[in-house]
């Protein structure tokens, strides 16, 4: 039966019936009554999930006192919010902080393009 599921995810990939398994995703870790998050969530998270960036690296939300066990973090991050792009579970890089939202697409464009293979736009 894996067999079976194994070749048919296989085939599926080949000829582009689904994408890849493990995307990367930007990890958003937040804490409740933060100013940043708010001035964040009223700034960029209407948009974010419309654009090229939102494609290429979705947005997942973590309180910082909950941090998931599926997520190697480098360091335990100390400020929110703090975005930690992750692929297969293991940081690749982050943004620690909110100073607008030119600033952040700036750096989060940095960020992705800093990990092609990881974030391509589908």
């Given amino acids: 039966m894996h067999t079976l599921v194994a070749f048919l995810v296989s085939l599926s990939l080949t000829f582009g019936l689904i994408g890849p398994l493990s995307a990367a995703e930007l990890v958003m870790v937040e804490r409740h009554g933060c100013h940043w998050c708010e001035q964040w969530n009223a700034e960029i998270a209407p948009a974010y999930p419309k654009t090229i960036e939102g494609t290429r690296a979705p947005l997942r939300r973590?309180?910082?006192?909950?941090?998931?066990?599926?997520?190697?973090?480098?360091?335990?991050?100390?400020?929110?919010?703090?975005?930690?792009?992750?692929?297969?579970?293991?940081?690749?890089?982050?943004?620690?902080?909110?100073?607008?939202?030119?600033?952040?697409?700036?750096?989060?464009t940095q960020l992705l393009d800093a990990h092609p293979d990881a974030t391509k736009a589908p």
């Avoid at 941090?67 to 480098?74: H, K, S, T, V, Y």
């Avoid at 792009?85 to 607008?100: D, F, P, Q, S, T």
């Fill in 62 to 108: 973590v309180q910082i006192n909950a941090l998931p066990e599926d997520i190697a973090f480098r360091s335990h991050p100390v400020f929110t919010p703090t975005f930690v792009l992750v692929k297969n579970g293991e940081e690749l890089g982050r943004i620690e902080g909110y100073a607008g939202d030119e600033f952040f697409w700036f750096l989060l």
